[in-house]
């Protein structure tokens, strides 16, 4: 079966510095994965070349959603690459702080809906029903990732782990065949990464959804990935099951190399 995501040979310029270097990588449909790296590696860099954030440099990027056919979606603007169904979170949360919980998954719904402005000011009974369907949706989802009891509250009242939920919530809204969550489990306790292990399983089973993550919680990595990617200086290191990772010596001195560095 063709892959969900086929990314060949992405390579990023930032005036002299090469943030990617001829990446290779593909998801499999209902395959967990991850992109690890030491610091710098280059890991939210191709997630911003693949949802169009930045144009790469070089390479080809296509999706072939499940049923559907396949496309090249290199140098897209990013909310037409949301609508072909690849949504994302970041790694600094980016939630409208002063809007409630539910409002901001709403907002991610928009990309679904279809009242233009003309409906959202006369709202005919066919915008009205849209409205009542979207919010119990939105609902739904607030429900998937244990939030409901805060639907009222201001985005910037939640603790830490429950904005980065809400920022799953909120790319849940627009469909995606494939979530691209950029470290999902930072600033979270021991506890709140377990329920997001759980979270991203259940997202996986239930909704069908493709995942690939960004994550330096190893743990969470190992537990949870069918395959790992490992970047380093802007390339592709090593790619494989987490044992093999575990095992494999450029990975190995890719990280302690980063912790010698540490140590001055
Ligand atoms: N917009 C930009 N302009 C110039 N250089 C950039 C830009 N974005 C990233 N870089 C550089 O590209 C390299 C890769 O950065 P990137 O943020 O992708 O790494 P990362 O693996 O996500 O790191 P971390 O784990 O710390 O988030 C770094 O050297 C970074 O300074």
């Known amino acids: 079966m063709e892959p969900i995501l086929k990314v060949q040979n992405l390579t990023m310029d930032f005036g002299g510095l090469r943030a990617l270097n001829r990446v290779n990588l593909d998801i499999r449909e209902g395959e967990i994965v991850a992109l690890i790296g030491p610091n710098g590696a280059g890991k939210t860099t191709f997630f911003n070349c693949i949802t169009g954030i930045y144009k790469p440099t070089g390479g080809d990027v296509s999706i072939h959603p499940p049923g559907r056919d396949g496309l090249r979606i290199n140098g897209m603007k990013p909310n037409r690459v949301t609508g072909h169904g690849l949504a994302r979170t970041f790694q600094n949360i980016r939630l409208f702080p002063n809007m409630t919980v539910l409002e901001n998954v709403m907002i991610g719904r928009h990309v679904r809906t279809k009242a233009g402005v003309l409906g959202a000011v006369f709202r005919p ?129 890719a990280y302690l190399g980063e912790d010698a560095d540490a140590d001055h």
């Open 125 to 253: 009974p066919s915008v009205k029903k849209e409205e009542r369907d979207t919010v119990e949706y939105c609902y739904g989802l607030l429900k998937k990732v244990n939030l409901a009891r805060e639907v009222n509250e201001l985005a910037k009242n939640l603790s830490y782990g429950a904005q980065r939920r809400l920022e799953i919530a909120r790319a849940m809204a627009t469909d995606p065949f494939l979530l691209l969550l950029d470290e999902p489990a930072a600033g979270m306790n021991a506890y709140e990464t377990i329920e997001l292990d759980q979270l991203i399983r259940k997202i996986r089973d239930e909704d069908k959804i493709s995942i690939l993550l960004i994550e330096h919680d190893m743990k969470l990595v190992m537990n949870i990935s069918e395959r790992i990617f490992v970047m380093d200086y802007g390339s592709k290191i090593a790619q494989g099951t987490p044992l093999e990772i575990k095992q494999n010596p450029l990975v190995i001195k």
